[in-house]
Nanobody, 122 residues
Framework: QVHLVESGGGLVQAGGSLRLSCAAS????????MGWFRQAPGKEREFVAS????????YYADSVKGRFTISRDNAKNTVDLQMNSLKPEDTAVYYC???????????????WGQGTQVTVTS
């Protein structure tokens, strides 16, 4: 069992920045993948970014490449998402996700966080 808790969401103007953090606890194993999804009102949940255990591999959705940066600290069991140059279309509930090895883009998510709201105003 893995427990994920997100923090850092909020309200920001377009062009601003936010940093999301996800704290993981429980049965965390090496070679896993962690990352973020988001879901806007009336839309399906979509992949945002993921990172491998050692942080050597990162993946991003095309819509956030160059603006978002994912990182992880295995000593603290945290995964962060630095979001810069935010746009109103980035408004969504952001979910932390944990996937076992073999799922670099979180194709099979085993555990989800509860979500944190990010609102970007124009």
């Amino acid at each position: 069992q893995v427990h994920l808790v997100e923090s850092g969401g909020g309200l920001v103007q377009a062009g601003g920045s936010l940093r999301l953090s996800c704290a993981a606890s429980g049965d965390i194993f090496s070679r896993d993948y962690m990352g973020w999804f988001r879901q806007a009102p009336g839309k399906e949940r979509e992949f945002v970014a993921s990172i491998s255990w050692f942080g050597l591999s990162t993946y991003y959705a095309d819509s956030v490449k160059g603006r978002f940066t994912i990182s992880r600290d295995n000593a603290k069991n945290t995964v962060d998402l630095q979001m810069n140059s935010l746009k109103p279309e980035d408004t969504a509930v952001y979910y932390c996700a944990y996937a076992p090895m073999g799922n670099p883009q979180l194709q099979r998510v085993a555990y989800w966080g509860q979500g944190t709201q990010v609102t970007v105003t124009s």
